[in-house]
């Protein structure tokens, strides 16, 4: 039964902050004194569900993450991985490591997803679920030009973390290398290949993803709001 499952967790570390104007990787910028990543994984921590991390990162980042944890002191098993040239790359190879039934999917750059918020997504009784939030503003298809209105009452802004049958997302991303597919995220790719149901749990608002120069004053001023906040 899912609910009895044990967990692998995919961080996804790979960003290399272009879009952030920095040389670093946006998981090293500092979030209250920390940095970004430890956030997520002071959460992971206290999930009993999650047996261990894979973490995949840019290869010339590796011993730097290393170190970094292990200022921490964290007991999860955490395996630092060198990542893929592309975000669903990363996920693959992360992928290949996990040795559990189930996996959650989730990004170092979303530190306010909350203990309760991961625990919700692993009570879930469906086997794969990711959180979601309405899209509150017009969204038309065009680039140039107008091609076509999309029913935004029809449309779901894609929030991490995710959770899946391990083996069947495996599946479903050697079909797609298999296939030169490109997937901006995992649901998307999934229900490519199986056509199944996915959970669409409620997202939070709060759970930003820290990527562009303006999300770090946002970060800043969430993280004194200590309602949204642990630990």
């Known amino acids: 039964m899912v609910l009895l499952s044990k967990y692998s967790l995919v961080l996804l570390s790979g960003g ?65 991985i060198e990542g893929g040239s592309s975000r669903q790359e990363s996920v693959y190879l992360g992928l290949l490591q996990c040795s559990n039934e189930q996996v959650i999917i989730h990004e170092a750059v979303r530190p306010f997803i909350t203990v309760e918020g991961f625990q919700e997504l692993i009570n879930e009784r469906s086997e794969n679920a990711i959180f979601g939030l309405d899209i509150p503003f017009t969204v038309l298809k065009g680039k140039e030009f107008v091609e076509e209105n999309l029913e935004r009452s029809q449309l779901v802004n894609v929030q991490l973390p995710h959770k899946y049958n391990t083996s069947k997302l495996l599946y479903a991303h050697e079909c797609a290398r298999q296939d030169s597919e490109e997937f901006t995220e995992d649901a998307s790719l999934y229900f490519h290949y199986f056509q199944s149901p996915i959970a669409i749990l409620e997202g939070f608002e709060e759970n930003i993803k820290i990527t562009k120069p303006i999300d770090r004053i946002i970060a800043e001023a969430i993280y004194k709001n200590s309602v949204y906040m642990e630990g």
């Open 16 to 80: 290399i902050g272009k879009r952030m104007q920095i040389n670093i990787p946006k998981q090293f910028l500092l979030l209250a004194g920390k940095p970004i990543f430890i956030h997520v994984l002071e959460k992971i921590e206290r999930l009993h569900q999650v047996e261990e991390v894979v973490m995949p990162c840019p290869v010339e980042f590796m011993e730097k993450t290393e170190s970094i944890i292990g200022e921490y002191g964290f007991h999860t098993p955490i395996k630092i």
